[in-house]
């Protein structure tokens, strides 16, 4: 019988070590690995840019969290999108959501346009309007939802059922929902990619990140070009992952239960313009992020009143919450997105999507949420 998601947290790929008996994986700080004869290697470890133990236990374990066959490892979220685009041929196409992840738009735009790729970014939240947007070199759609820092949902069975007609592929960026929250390839996308810095690791100490999918040529080809180009994590920072993810079933529950009390705290507020939280029934896709997702995560953006003054002294003011960027860890962290995370988007992308001045993004960490709200209370 398959494990459930909590067990498999805990076990899958962290069978005690066969040597020692050490039940948790160990850190496999080695670059190489003694063959018995030449090409005769141990398990198939002999070079660690391209296996290593510890990263393997990591994949394993993050391949059956999003019911996958298929994991690979990668020293950033930016890594594994970067390794996946690598796919592509010149003169292939993209669609692209359009409030994707900034980091995402600057490499699909700054670095991977030059060797000739194209992208387009379009609002993915009308399925309808994706057709007109196809053409003959769409190689891939790609999807973040809920998305940053707008929390727009995406109606992703309906989005991969178009991709399936046309022979395109669909990629999503997991990060924000996570496999407990969300399980993107049983909705028909071919490949999930994560950012595991933030709530994998869950604890806001390591950059890493992660690629899943069930197709095995698809898992070829990205190994291929992983091992190839050299994008792979060090062992010590897929231990950390590791141990973070152990916990990742209760930290959700709990980001996500004090995420809904203090999104409803900040819709009753008086200097609080609008709340947009999944979770939320004035969210306009509340129903079908009920019906895709099994819960609504950590996140919370909201328009304060006042523009950019009130949003800044907000948040010099704040004293639980810390004024940074990234998001996921087991700390409250709050961000002005106009500022911070998005300045890499050009202004008038910012205005279409409406990342303005009264903007705040904030990941509700799993503090005590009385203590978070007085926090806000208080600097509001
Ligand atoms: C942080 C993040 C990334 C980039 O990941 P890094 O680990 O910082 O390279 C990609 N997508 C989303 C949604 C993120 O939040």
Known sequence: MKQRFETRAIHTGCEPEPVTGAVVTPIFQTSTFVQESPGKKKE??????????????????????????????????MAAISTVT?????????????????GTFRVFEKVFKRPNLEFDFIDL???????KQIKDNTKIIWLESPSNPLLKITDIKSITNI????????VIDN??????????????????????????????????????????ELYDKIRFIQNAAGSVPGPFDCFLVLRGIKTLAIRMERHQEN???????????????????????SHPQYELA???????????SFFIKGGLDASRSFLERVEIFSLA???????????????????????????????????????VGIENVDDLIDDLEKSL
């Open 290 to 300: 009920k019906r895709q997702m099994s819960g609504f995560g950590g996140i919370i």
């Open 175 to 216: 990060t924000f929902a996570t496999p407990f929250f969300q399980k993107p390839l049983n909705l028909g996308v071919d490949i999930v990619v994560h950012s595991t810095t933030k709530y994998l690791n869950g604890h806001s100490d390591i950059i890493g990140g992660a690629v899943v999918t069930n197709d095995r």
């Open 163 to 170: 991709a399936k007609n046309n022979n395109i592929l669909t």
């Open 125 to 131: 939240t009308k399925p309808h309007s994706l057709e």
């Open 44 to 77: 198939g470890y002999a070079y660690a840019r391209t296996h290593n133990p510890t990263r393997t236990a990591l994949e394993k374990n993050i391949a059956s969290l999003e019911d996958g066959n298929y994991g690979l490892a990668f020293p950033s979220g």
């Open 259 to 281: 995420a809904m009390k203090i999104a409803q705290f900040l819709e009753k507020h008086t200097k609080v313009r609008k709340v947009i939280y999944p979770g939320l029934k």
């Open 86 to 102: 690598q796919m592509l041929n010149a003169g292939d196409h993209v669609i692209s959501c359009d409030d994707v992840y900034s």
């Open 325 to 363: 960027e990234s998001l996921g860890g087991v700390e409250s962290l709050i961000e002005h997105p106009a500022i911070m995370t998005h300045t890499s988007l050009p202004k008038e992308v910012k205005e279409k999507l409406g990342i303005s001045d009264e903007l705040i993004r904030m990941s």
